[in-house]
């Protein structure tokens, strides 16, 4: 009854979109220190991590220490952004599924006292964008809502050519790298144990989307069929890999979004 409580409170006070019905209340604790758009550091260590990487959001990043990589723009936006949300403050844990990432930290979506959702404003201010993992899904729709509105209104990073959603003839040129694509299927193929979504007429060396047959029936939940994708417009987003040609490997469905359809 607690934790219901808790939820409906949250509720009230937060954007009616959103939920944290299916998220599990974790420790309240201050935030110490900001490293980055998406990183805190605590005031106290909650089991072995004294850091929180805010989960569902990547913003803009400082050059890394071991990297000799220029830092993404606008990084230092993205940082004091996040310090004015959060620097000092209060905030409460929610947790998805997986806790802890290969890094030692934390992952979960912050709640401040008064209720604000933090990622969902860093989502509203253009200062992030949205990458969800296949263990940590929850509140993806509405993180994509808030995305689309700041990219709409080209808010913070939304106005940086560096963050421009890729067309699949544009793919080719950031291997190796997370980006948004948007286009139109122009095929769908199941072979063997693999579904494939082909945006050009030579699948050898045009953009791919790929996901493995287990997974279709979480995308059939997700009401995503993609062998039923051709001729759509969708945007997908994820790492993009060289193999025939620039491909993204799906792991969840909320990676897709089906342009001009509600999102499920």
């Keep these: ?138 509140l993806a729709a509405e993180m994509l809502v808030l995305e689309s509105k700041a990219r709409a209104a080209r808010r913070g990073l939304w106005r940086d050519p560096f963050y421009l959603v890729r067309t699949p003839e544009q793919a080719a040129d950031d291997v190796d790298s997370f980006q948004v694509v948007e286009g139109r299927v122009v095929d769908t193929a199941r072979v063997k144990s693999r579904v494939y979504l082909n945006f050009g007429d030579d699948w050898r060396t045009d953009f791919t989307v790929s996901l493995p ?14 062998l039923a994708l051709k001729g759509k417009v969708i945007r997908v987003r994820g790492w993009l890999n060289e193999y025939n040609g620039p491909m993204i490997d799906l792991t969840h469905p909320e990676q897709i979004e089906v342009v001009g359809e509600r999102w499920p």
């Design 1 to 138: 009854m607690r934790r219901i409580a808790v939820v409906l409170l949250m509720l009230a006070l937060c954007p009616p979109a959103v939920s944290a019905a299916d998220l599990e209340r974790g420790e309240t604790v201050t935030v110490a220190e900001v490293l980055d758009g998406d990183t805190v550091v605590l005031d106290r260590e909650i089991g072995r991590s004294g850091q929180v990487r805010l989960v569902g959001i990547e913003a803009p990043k400082p050059p890394l220490a071991r990297s000799p990589s220029r830092p993404w723009p606008p990084a230092d936006a993205a940082k004091a952004t996040l310090e004015q949300l959060v620097a000092g403050k209060q905030v409460t844990l929610f947790y998805d599924n997986a806790r802890i990432d290969r890094h030692g930290r934390l992952r979960a979506h912050l709640y401040r006292d008064d209720g604000l959702w933090v990622q969902g404003e860093m989502l509203r201010r253009g200062m992030a964008r949205v990458h969800t993992y296949a263990d940590n899904r929850a």
């Design 213 to 226: 047959t287990k997974l279709l029936p979480a995308f059939d939940e997700a009401r995503i069929a993609p």
